[in-house]
């Protein structure tokens, strides 16, 4: 099957803009996990998407946002992007909680 | 809130010797547990995972975990360390009630020959 997709690999922004990620979850799935991985910052959770929803969202500015599309896939939006936006974002999609994430290779967000 | 230490950032072992990676959590209720590995540039990677029923869980690439609910813990072992397994290891306790994990600072191990 299929992994977790995410597109595109690598993204360069200035300062001030936008930056629109996407990730296609394994079929089947429908819980879609996003996590920021910054250098020396670890992961940390940013959103979480079921059925369409969210369903929570991590300690993060509003300028973070996503959504969840019919089809599962989802896209996180980050407007008004800052340096410190600089990281590695992962997504993840999971089939139930017990069976835990399964992760993309993410996209390397850099903002100069 | 709960919370997952590793208390090593790095270890160094020797190619064939054994391994013990660290993990403590903070959780009110019965964790869901879980060990990830993560590659340079890459995603994580689901090891094993505990969430009830026998302490000691088997992985893949063989690795084991032993969940030892009176210290909180959740120590990630190899017998005898591969130099492809240097990599980052995470561990992650899931919250069933925020419904995300919370992941601990990570473990970098070095291997070597």
């Known amino acids: 099957e299929a992994g977790v997709t995410q597109s595109p690999t690598h993204l360069i922004k200035t300062r001030g803009q936008q930056a629109t990620l996407r990730c296609s979850p394994i079929?089947?799935?429908?819980?879609v996990y996003w996590y920021q991985q910054a250098l020396g910052l670890g992961l940390q959770f940013l959103l979480w998407y079921d059925e369409g929803e969210e369903r929570n969202r991590g300690n993060f500015p509003p300028r973070f946002s996503g959504r969840q599309f019919p089809n599962y896939s989802s896209e996180l939006n980050v407007n008004a992007l800052e340096l410190e936006d600089s990281a590695l974002y992962l997504c993840?999609?999971?089939?139930?909680?017990?069976?835990?994430?399964?992760f993309g290779s993410g996209t390397r967000l850099t903002v100069v | 809130a709960q919370s997952v230490t590793q208390p090593d950032i790095h270890i160094t072992v020797s190619e064939g010797a054994s391994l013990e990676l660290r993990c403590n959590y903070s959780?009110?209720?019965?964790?869901?547990l879980f060990w990830y590995v993560q590659s340079p540039g890459q995603g994580l990677q689901l090891l094993l995972k505990y969430f009830s029923g026998d302490t000691l869980v088997q992985g893949i690439k063989g690795f084991e975990a032993e969940f030892k609910r009176s210290q909180s813990s959740f120590n990630l072992r190899k017998p005898s360390v591969h130099w492809s397994d240097a990599a980052e290891y995470f561990c992650a306790v899931y919250n069933t009630n925020a419904g995300k994990s919370t992941f601990g600072d990570g473990t970098t191990l070095t291997v070597k020959p």
């Open positions: 993840a999609s999971s089939r139930g909680e017990v069976y835990g994430y399964t």
């Open positions: 959780y009110g209720a019965t964790p869901y």
């Open positions: 079929s089947g799935h429908t819980s």
